[in-house]
């Protein structure tokens, strides 16, 4: 809009949000101010509590509005599993479509040399104190499979085998190059039963 | 996600954007959530700005900041010409791909009888005022090519006839049952030049 001060300021913040382009974020900002401005209201005031309230978990980190998430804090988990994911959505994904009951970690990311994510951003100094002490039996590998999500799973199997912990990936009845969070639940469930030693 | 509680909230508050379902609403939120929290807090600041300072021009009836909107106050604008859109999008677009000097008039909505959408929630009563004692020669109708744009153009002719003000129909060049904020730039200055008396 010509008008420009917060209106072009709310179509520029919209502009950040995953698929949003300027078209779109226009389009949003009228509905918004024309037609829906209590959603508005709720909108902004849900992103500030989010942004309050939500943060990492301090063990496996997934979004948790507490130090623990759900799984972490559940005693009916069987902690001798770990399965590694790339985003919380996998979690949730998991959880959804598997009958999986052991715990989580969650990764936010996966190695990429070029855009300075090493080890150390995805918290795999944590993912190693809990393999040195923590008794894990079968370290899972979920990690999407794409060329970085396969260099990640290498990563951590050999640091797995450096403190004889079995290493599992789940099987490729996922679509190669395809990412895990939109692949259909009975797809998901099939291959994560087959995984396989790595 | 199951952990529920503010990150629920935000999905749910996601889904208030036009185009917006659960899925794309889920990934949104992880994304701020995880990867763009800068972004997050900048968006809800953005609406809350926007919400407290942006309001209908008095006059014309189109998103604004002040009391009277950039046209409305221009003194280079023509007075005699008053275009009647459907929505503060299409002062935007008409403004960028036309010549067109004259004044604008946004009905923010069209007239739709079963949602309760009769002339008062368009701000007819306004515009009555305006062809009553404003000098306009010209009322350009440029709702959108739907039932019910066509059928606003009519109760708007009617009413422009009994103060004795022309009224003209921009050109269908525009494809019919088409949303005039989404045709290009050279079909809407076409259909804007082509005008005829309505
Ligand atoms: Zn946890
Ligand atoms: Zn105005």
Do not use: W
């Not at 998991?94 to 070029?114: A, D, M, Q």
């Not at 894990?136 to 260099?151: D, K, P, Q, R």
């Amino acid at each position: 809009m010509r008008q420009g001060g917060a209106i072009a300021e709310l179509i520029e913040a919209l502009r950040c949000l995953p698929g949003v382009g300027p078209k779109t974020a226009q389009r949003m900002t009228l509905h918004l101010l024309q037609r829906d401005r209590d959603a508005a209201g709720r909108l902004s005031e849900a992103l500030r509590q989010a942004l309050n309230k939500v943060g990492l978990c301090s063990q496996c980190r997934t979004l948790t509005e507490r130090s623990l998430c759900e799984y972490c804090a559940s005693p009916a988990r069987d902690r001798s599993l770990l399965c590694i994911v790339e985003s919380p959505a996998e979690v949730f994904a998991i959880s959804r479509s598997t009958g999986y009951k052991g715990l989580f970690f969650v990764l936010n990311g996966r190695l990429s040399p070029l855009d300075g994510i090493g080890p150390e951003e995805l918290g795999l100094d944590i993912l190693e104190q809990r393999l040195k002490n923590d008794g894990v039996a079968e370290l899972i590998l979920a990690t999407n499979a794409t060329v970085e999500g396969e260099a990640t799973a290498h990563y951590i199997s050999d640091m797995a085998r450096r403190h004889g912990v079995r290493t599992t990936r789940i099987a490729h009845g996922i679509p190669f190059g395809g990412e895990l969070e939109y692949v259909d639940g009975a797809t998901l469930s099939h291959a994560f039963d087959s995984r396989k030693d790595f």
